[in-house]
């Protein structure tokens, strides 16, 4: 359930509040690889419900490279992305350096700007270990120096995780997974949120700087055709990067139905 494990936690790929956008996809498919393009509009503001109608100024450009592999036997997939976003995003060394002038608490939305962007891009495996295992790893990043503006505020993120399929006997449509994300920030954004800044989703007026760390594991139960049913457990230190504070333990539950 945690956005870092679902997928790359320092991909601030575009979407509205509720994770839509519009936009376009050309994809080509071979033997053994896969290559994407895509475009798509950001929110007006940062994690907003509207979407910006100026692509002149505001859009989303997305690549990808995908190829299958094969490793001691096991068959597995390597996807690199990069992305680029141009928006009317807050600058944070603007905000600290006015901040620092002022006395005031940092405030990134009034340092927004027209033409502002960010960039980064993504290492993502996964592989099969063999009958019911598989084990996946992400690394993202990047470069932070502008306001975070659709997803979350990270900027450097890897997680790594093992999925078993029926993992009991008698259950061979159940799954459980155990994953480890570790997350942080640019220096920038520490600097920001040590001044008093507040982004979209994290800021407590200060800071004492520490990577975020989480470790999740999940279980999900086929109760009936059609319908599943997962517990999930996340211990997460220094939750939104503070060293003063967590930790923190997060359960979970989730009803899956398909028509």
Do not use: C
Not at 37 to 42: I, L, Q, S, T
């Amino acid at each position: 359930m945690n956005w870092a494990a679902w997928t790359a936690g320092a991909w601030d790929y575009a979407a509205d509040t509720r994770g839509y956008t519009y936009g376009f996809v050309i994809e080509r498919y071979d033997a053994d690889w896969a290559a994407r393009f895509a475009g798509a509009a950001e929110p007006l503001v940062a994690n907003g419900e509207q979407l910006d109608h100026d692509l002149l100024h505001s859009y989303s450009l997305t690549a990808e490279y995908e190829r299958g592999y094969t490793l001691a036997g096991n068959q597995g997939t390597a996807r690199l992305l990069f992305f680029y976003s141009r928006a009317n995003m807050g600058n944070y060394d603007e905000a600290n350096a006015i901040a620092e002038a002022t006395g005031e608490p940092a405030d990134i939305v009034a340092t927004r700007q027209v033409g502002r962007t960010k960039w980064g891009f993504i290492v993502n495996a996964d592989l099969s270990l063999g009958g019911p295992w598989g084990l996946f790893f992400r690394g993202s990043y990047n470069d932070g120096a502008n306001e975070s503006w659709a997803y979350a505020e990270i900027e450097r993120s890897v997680s790594t995780g093992v999925l078993r399929k029926g993992p009991f006997a008698g259950r061979p449509n159940d799954e459980a997974g155990l994953a480890l994300m570790v997350n942080g920030l640019g220096a920038g954004h520490r600097e920001y949120l040590a001044l008093g800044g507040y982004g979209f989703m994290i800021g407590d007026g200060r800071l004492n700087y520490g990577l975020e760390t989480i470790v999740e594991i999940f279980y999900q139960a086929a109760l009936v055709e059609h319908l599943w049913f997962a517990a999930d457990y996340q211990f997460v230190a220094n939750p939104a990067y503070n060293r003063d504070r967590g930790p923190v333990n997060i359960l979970g539950a989730r009803l899956h139905v398909e028509f």
